[in-house]
């Protein structure tokens, strides 16, 4: 089982819908959850941090499900800029040990 | 603020030959180091960690070394390039937050 999975997509989706990404990870001892985004050709870049409890930051939410091991991105009123890779991020181990990284799901936002 | 610098931005280069990619970071000392590969159709895969001067860690096997040689330098390097090691690289920085430099692109034909 890879250690995070994410659906590739694409997921083409017009302006002003709304989107969810889900993401699994394997290793139930992992501390830390992020997602990043990751334009084309450029380095990722943090979005959001997941915390346990849900946490918002505008049109952006993310959930975290210890127990299904699951994570969620949601984005509302979606914009053209929007449209990027988004990558599920663990960081499992702790320590000075690397982050984990989903493959990344790939939105498009249509106008 | 913190700051990373990867060189060169873009490398191609043919099979067989040397290589050497540069990370320095500004405005933090002594922090956790590491170097990223972004492979086509593939999610960056961690190839290796530096918590300090001299100090590597190597998470996979394969063609490439990595060096420290101070504190805020991160050297990723090869004696001889394969095709396989054509990826995206990027070093990233961490102190409780994370931090990735713009990324060097390299093509090995």
């Known amino acids: 089982r890879k250690e995070v999975e994410q659906d590739p997509g694409p997921f083409n989706v017009p302006e002003g819908a709304t989107v969810a990404f889900n993401c699994t990870y394997s290793?139930?001892?992992?501390?830390?959850f992020f997602w990043y985004r990751q334009d084309c050709r450029k380095e990722p870049k943090l979005l959001m941090s997941?915390?346990?409890s849900g946490n918002e930051d505008g049109r952006f939410t993310a959930q975290l499900n210890r127990a299904s091991q699951y994570i969620s991105l949601l984005i509302r009123d979606s914009k053209l800029s929007d449209s990027a890779t988004y990558l599920c991020?663990?960081?499992?181990?702790?320590?000075?040990?690397?982050?984990?990284f989903g493959k990344g799901t790939h939105l498009i936002i249509q106008p | 603020s913190q700051t990373i610098h990867q060189w060169p931005a873009t490398l191609v280069q043919p099979v067989g030959s040397p290589l050497s990619l540069e990370c320095t970071v500004e405005?933090?000392?002594?922090?956790?180091l590491y170097w990223y590969r972004q492979a086509a159709g593939r999610g960056l895969q961690l190839l290796f960690y530096s918590v300090g001067i001299g100090q590597i860690s190597s998470e996979v096997p394969q063609n490439l070394s990595a060096s420290r040689p101070q504190d805020r330098q991160f050297i990723l390097s090869s004696k001889k390039l394969l095709l396989s090691d054509s990826g995206f690289y990027l070093c990233a920085w961490s102190e409780g937050s994370w931090l990735f430099g713009p990324g060097t692109r390299l093509t090995v034909l």
């Open positions: 997941v915390y346990s």
């Open positions: 290793n139930s001892a992992s501390q830390s």
């Open positions: 405005g933090t000392s002594n922090p956790n």
């Open positions: 991020v663990v960081n499992g181990r702790g320590g000075a040990d690397g982050l984990t």
